[in-house]
């Protein structure tokens, strides 16, 4: 599944992705929010059946929206991640450090590091 990029304004970045198998295709849609610090996820699932040219065909669609804070994700990796692509699209998000959660008090994952 490749990823697509578009900025929307100079806050928000949207990725796009699709796949499509025979009838069915899957994809995702993420609205990364830097001022508000959040995330929403689309998922969606579509189910086509052709029944020829004379006849009309049947469809399906699922779909689930999860929003999330940032404060809230795993990790920050992939809003940092997204945060670069923003700016390499022309937008001026809030600087980084203003929109990553607090890590106070968190050891780094690497043995022997501390912050």
Do not use: C
Not at 20 to 47: C, I, M, P, S
Not at 78 to 107: F, I, W
């Amino acid at each position: 599944m490749e990823e697509k990029f578009s900025k929307l304004n100079d806050y928000t970045l949207r990725v796009t992705a699709e796949e499509r198998n025979g009838y069915r295709r899957e994809g995702y849609t993420k609205l990364f929010n830097f001022l508000a610090r959040q995330v929403t996820t689309t998922h969606r699932d579509w189910l086509f059946e052709d029944r020829g040219s004379s006849a009309a065909g049947e469809a399906a669609m699922a779909a689930t929206t999860i929003v999330e804070s940032f404060d809230d994700l795993p990790g920050t990796g992939e809003v940092a991640l997204m945060h670069a692509k923003l700016q390499e699209l022309g937008g001026q998000p809030p600087a980084l450090d203003t929109v990553l959660p607090p890590r106070l008090h968190k050891k780094s994952g690497t043995p022997g590091l501390h912050n």
